[in-house]
């Protein structure tokens, strides 16, 4: 089973539009950590945001937000009046505090979106 | 102001073929890692090494060895290449700790023919 799951393969909107990207993560843990990573065109992995398991307080930086539901597992990341620089794959990833994977992260398949002008 | 550097870039490779892809990061970071990825998999995990001196296999070792030189350098050889190895592989490191971020490379797209 996926640990990290981003059922949204896809998806496509058009400039100034607000859009949010699903996470859904699986985890017994009790101390994990949650990211999100950005891959433009270009391909390098740029580190967005990280949040501990013990801090559920949402997020926001500019035009990009997290809401980060322990209720539901998921940690939801929302951009708001999208751009066109915003297109890109965008990964969510999940760090546990324990066990034999110590310290590795696991990820989603990623989100592809594309931002029209 | 490097970060993490992987050497080379791209690399087409015939089936048999055997290489090493570089990695070192100039973050005095405990932990390094090697991922690869294809479409539609995100990415994953082939071999870590938490600390200098030790190396973990992850979720897809079979295929690839690899070497912590020192604290800084993370390498990582195809033995032996097949068509199945051609990926996109991505060199990370931390700090160490859970909790911190893992920064990565700028990839290696590598094709085996």
């Known amino acids: 089973a996926q640990k990290v799951t981003q059922a949204q393969t896809e998806i496509s909107v058009v400039e100034k539009e607000d859009v949010t990207l699903d996470c859904v993560y699986e985890t017994r843990d009790t101390t994990y950590y949650l990211f999100w990573y950005k891959q433009p065109p270009s391909g390098e992995l740029v580190f967005l945001i990280r949040r501990n398991s013990f801090d559920e307080q949402n997020e926001i930086s500019g035009r990009y937000s997290w809401n980060f539901q322990k209720s539901t597992s998921s940690f939801n990341f929302t951009i708001t009046a999208s751009q066109v620089v915003d297109s890109a794959v965008y990964f969510c990833a999940l760090s546990e505090a324990g066990g034999s994977t110590l310290g590795r992260l696991y990820f989603g398949r990623g989100t592809q979106l594309t931002v029209w002008p | 102001n490097a970060g993490v550097t992987q050497t080379p870039k791209f690399q087409v490779l015939k089936t048999g073929q055997s290489m090493t892809l570089q990695c070192a990061q100039d973050?005095?970071?405990?932990?390094m890692y090697w991922y690869r990825q294809d479409p539609g998999m995100g990415l994953r995990l082939i071999y870590y090494s938490a600390s200098e001196g030790t190396t973990d296999k992850g979720e897809v070792p079979n295929g690839y060895n690899v070497s912590r030189l020192n604290k800084r350098e993370f390498s990582l050889r195809l033995e032996s290449a097949a068509p199945s190895q051609t990926s996109v592989y991505f060199c990370a490191s931390r700090l160490g700790g859970t909790g911190n971020t893992i920064y990565f490379g700028e990839g290696s797209w590598l094709t085996v023919v």
């Open positions: 973050m005095n970071h405990n932990s």
